[in-house]
């Protein structure tokens, strides 16, 4: 879970510039955190659920999602 504050000590201070998570891709920015790629597989208010951090939502694209589990490339 993507949290507004971490509880944890901090060894890279503001070292982060971009999140990767299977629900999307948030780029932290000045203003804060932008969600700018999202899979389909879950809702926009699925992901506001699962992340504690505000998200700036504005115009994000849907990831590309294939799925070849088991198939061979044969």
């Not at 809702?43 to 505000?54: M, R, Y």
């Amino acid at each position: 879970k993507i949290l507004k504050k971490c509880s944890l000590p901090l060894t890279a201070k503001n070292q982060v510039d971009m999140i990767i998570t299977e629900m999307g891709v948030m780029k932290v920015l000045n203003d804060g955190l932008h969600l700018i790629e999202y899979n389909p597989e879950y809702t926009l208010e699925e992901i506001k659920k699962a992340t504690d951090a505000d998200l700036i939502i504005f115009n994000p694209m849907k990831m590309e999602v294939e799925w070849n589990y088991g198939k061979s490339n044969d």
